[in-house]
């Protein structure tokens, strides 16, 4: 019988080497996951590598604050994208025509604001044609891209989003400004501790949003960032 002797030093090299050889299985996996992630153009930052941003409004509510922010994005001649459901354009018509007069973009929000990770292909795309029906209906224009509310979505919100020629919107900086604990200087600092290039910046219509803006504004002017809408930041 043949007694083996290993030396610690060899078999601590080749533990160490079997790790690299896994950690380097997962990231080519996480990676290609990623490409895989921009074929399906889910976008949670534009493509473009300069110093652009773009702003992002949600809206199902709030109606009180957006004559505010309107005049402010107008103040500094700024067009951003606001993503609207298809329920509250119905419901206020003018003030979306409001909005797209004055230069914004306007994005589905789908119809109801629902976790569309927890629909039917068919039922997520019902939801997003609606929307994209009514949106039509009041400013003529069809809308291009699909921001899925809450960022809720499933295989088949993207089997149904890309059926109807839209692509799928997330963010990569919230200012969680519709939580309760959230203020001006919170909103502010986290703008200011994330922001990159090709940044997709996400609000809603809130007082503190209202208040935090002309800072954000001049914030990221002053690190020589321009702010446009989703369109600005893809290509």
């Not at 610690?8 to 533990?15: A, R």
């Not at 110093?51 to 199902?60: H, P, T």
């Not at 018509?93 to 589905?108: C, Q, R, V």
């Amino acid at each position: 019988m043949k007694i083996f002797i290993f030396n610690k030093k060899v078999v601590y090299t080749c533990i160490i080497v079997i790790m690299i050889i896994i950690l380097t299985l997962l990231y080519i996996n996480f990676y290609n996951r990623a490409e895989e992630t921009f074929k399906m153009d889910i976008y949670y930052k534009g493509n473009i590598d300069d110093e652009i941003v773009a702003f992002v409004c949600n809206v199902d509510w709030g109606n009180e604050y957006i004559p505010s922010m309107l005049k402010i994005f107008k103040d500094n001649n700024i067009s951003i994208t606001f993503f609207v459901t298809g329920r509250w354009a119905e419901k206020n018509p003018e003030l979306l025509k409001k909005i797209y007069e004055y230069g914004h973009e306007i994005g589905n929000h789908g119809y109801k604001h629902i976790d569309y990770d927890k629909l039917s292909y068919e039922a997520n795309k019902e939801e997003i044609i609606k929307a994209h029906n009514a949106i039509n209906q009041i400013i003529k224009e069809e809308p291009k891209y699909f921001a899925p509310p809450s960022g809720a979505y499933n295989d088949n919100t993207i089997r149904a989003a890309k059926d109807l020629n839209y692509d799928i919107i997330m963010w990569s900086i919230d200012t969680i400004d519709w939580r309760e604990d959230s203020n001006k200087q919170k909103i502010i600092d986290r703008i200011n501790s994330k922001i990159h290039n090709s940044a997709i910046i996400l609000m809603h219509p809130t007082e503190e949003t209202v208040k935090a803006l002309p800072d954000i504004i001049k914030l990221l002017y002053n690190k020589g960032y321009k702010i446009g809408r989703v369109r600005d930041i893809t290509k």
